[in-house]
């Protein structure tokens, strides 16, 4: 008879756990029978023992299978899902799905709301008048064979393990922990049904990774049950030390995509976008690297992009006429220019205080289903590395409530560093695990 107890009093001495007790651990514990602190003290020895790849593969994979497997096989071609760690200002979900559609592949994606600093793929869609992220699995799939591709929310019943698990985690000291971090983020991309996934793994101030080393950990964790699991699996660490384009907050990101699709966007969101649905074609098994980038680029400047977007946009419901007319998009009624304080160059952003003036301003939420205000939050007109002067504007703000101003002003200001020395400024694209 297995016990709690003794699988606790195993993973203390830090020796690996079987299949069949980290099964037992999973099912027991979403049916009910086995107790929150025993799981909270297993938890605990995992942050401080680890676990190694065949103990963590098959966690991620009991997690999935607590509740429904998405099948995607009557999907024609190999289907392809991305996955960012979360960043403030990164909307490149809705430029580089219909980049890699656009080229051939099969992007069948199921995106996430925002909560705290950072922004949800499917809060941004649904400042688009009558776009529809909820969708039958039948409709999403004859979607995706008809245009390429389909973005909607999180499906309930996906993964209620990770749920339960990160609830738990939450008031246990227990997040911090790479093995749990990497076995939440893939058990839902398992269940998500997709066979390749490509990683997105931010680093910096606005991003849960602070370092490199630190991330690139997560990656290879993530990466490593990918491909236990049977996927083609890719990450890729990208800058989050300062936020992504020139937007932040909702309908302000939806601009910013149509715009890049035009081929006028900012050019590290643009280039890592390129980058990005490049390699997803590659895992999509479409063509190699080189040829990839090739094909996204030109996919870009066609327009091939803009018309796929414009196809999923009214294939969900959604007034495509946002395409040409952006005054359908919501707008904060109230807006405020933020002035630099001193001269020289903007030599540090916090990102993660820009995302938090930006949440302060109306854009984000703070509790789970939480309101948001879609016209809210801020344009950057100055990013790390821009000369400024006392007195120029480096961005303005977007509220529907004037209050809300002066908090969110105060928290922008703060997290901007401007010194005499130009700093050196990186690319955003910081490695490559695979």
Aim: proline residues 3%; negative net charge; aromatic residues 4%.
């Amino acid at each position: 008879m297995m016990r709690m107890y003794d699988i606790i009093l195993k993973k203390r001495a830090a020796l690996p756990l079987t299949s069949e007790e980290i099964h037992f651990v999973i099912s027991g514990y979403v049916n009910g029978d086995i107790p929150d602190y025993q799981v909270s003290a297993l938890l605990m020895t995992i942050v401080f023992n680890g676990m190694n790849k065949d103990e963590l593969g098959t966690l991620t994979l009991e997690m999935a299978k607590s509740g429904h497997m998405v099948d995607l096989s009557s999907i024609d071609g190999v289907t392809v899902d991305k996955h960012s760690t979360g960043g403030v200002g990164d909307k490149t979900t809705l430029i580089i799905a219909p980049l890699v559609a656009a080229c051939g592949g099969k992007v069948a994606k199921m995106s996430g709301r925002g909560l705290g600093h950072t922004g949800g793929t499917i809060d941004k869609m649904e400042s688009i008048p009558g776009l529809q992220t909820e969708m039958k699995q039948d409709a999403f799939i004859e979607q995706v064979n008809r245009i390429g591709l389909a973005v909607i929310g999180q499906s309930e019943g996906l993964a209620p393990a990770d749920k339960k698990l990160y609830a738990l985690r939450d008031v246990t000291g227990t997040v911090d922990s790479i093995p749990l971090i990497a076995s939440s983020v893939m058990s839902k991309k398992l269940a998500s049904g997709a066979q390749a996934i490509l990683l997105d793994v931010k680093v910096g101030s606005g991003a849960f990774m602070k370092t490199l080393d630190d991330a690139r950990q997560l990656a290879q964790a993530m990466v490593d049950i990918g491909k236990a699991n049977g996927r083609f699996v890719k990450a890729i660490l990208t800058d989050m030390d300062r936020p992504l384009g020139h937007a932040i907050g909702n309908a302000l990101e939806i601009r910013e995509v149509i715009d890049t699709l035009k081929g006028n966007g900012p050019e590290d969101l643009t280039h890592e976008c390129l980058v990005m649905a490049a390699h997803m074609l590659v895992l999509g098994k479409i063509c190699d690297y080189d040829t990839a980038f090739e094909r996204v680029q030109q996919a870009l400047d066609s327009g091939a992009a803009l018309e796929r977007l414009r196809l999923m946009i009214s294939a969900q419901g959604g007034n495509a006429r946002v395409l040409n007319d952006d005054g359908l998009l919501p707008v904060g009624r109230y807006t405020r220019d933020v002035i630099a304080q001193s001269n020289g160059y903007i030599t540090h952003m916090n990102t993660e205080q820009c995302g938090v003036a930006s949440v302060m301003l109306g854009a984000g939420r703070t509790v789970k289903d939480g309101p948001i205000d879609y016209g809210a939050g801020i344009v950057m007109h100055k990013k790390t590395g821009d000369a400024v002067s006392k007195a120029d504007v480096i961005a303005t703000l977007y509220a529907g409530d004037e209050s809300l101003l002066d908090g969110a002003e105060k928290t922008y200001i703060d997290a901007i560093t401007i010194d005499a020395v130009a700093p050196g400024v990186s690319n955003t694209i910081l490695g490559i695990v695979e």
